[in-house]
């Protein structure tokens, strides 16, 4: 990957999106239907394979109705930021016993091209659902049921009106 400095743009005009430590971070988009198969293993799409590296994490969505598979570096910052938040808060500790519970870490893809979802992880968040959406996040990956993401999809069209403006009242420095 090539270091920009901080005054480059892309060809698109915009600069590009900076980690912490001042690299250039990866971003996932797009958006790939996908099928797993009797054992729990998925085809990721290349080039999203590209950019989660050798080995990565999968663990629960922030919302847990996802699984997300995050490069470690991205994996690390997650942590990081979790251990900010304060160990001794009730609510805290209860939703990261969970979160960790289904995380796991040093996963890495088989010579086709797929992961192995952990049975705990899959059976919690998918159930029983094989077919499934791989979407860019930005930051990471997102699995999630095609049940759930077509779910997802008619709210996101439904709230949409309402998110356009809460976007315009902070574009224009105000509070939603």
Known sequence: MNEMNSGQQLPNGTAPQQGTEGKNRTRFIGSFNHSLDSKGRLVIPQSFREKLGE???????????????????????????????GHL???VNQYLEQFYALSYDGQGCDAQGRILLPVNIRSKILQEERDVEITGANDHVRIASAKASRTGWENFRRDLPGLLQMIAALEQGGNP
């Open 89 to 91: 808060n009730p609510a």
């Open 55 to 85: 080995t990565f994490c999968i663990a629960p969505g922030y919302d847990f109705n996802s699984i997300a598979v995050y490069p470690t570096e991205m994996w690390e910052e997650r942590n990081r930021t979790y251990e900010r938040l």
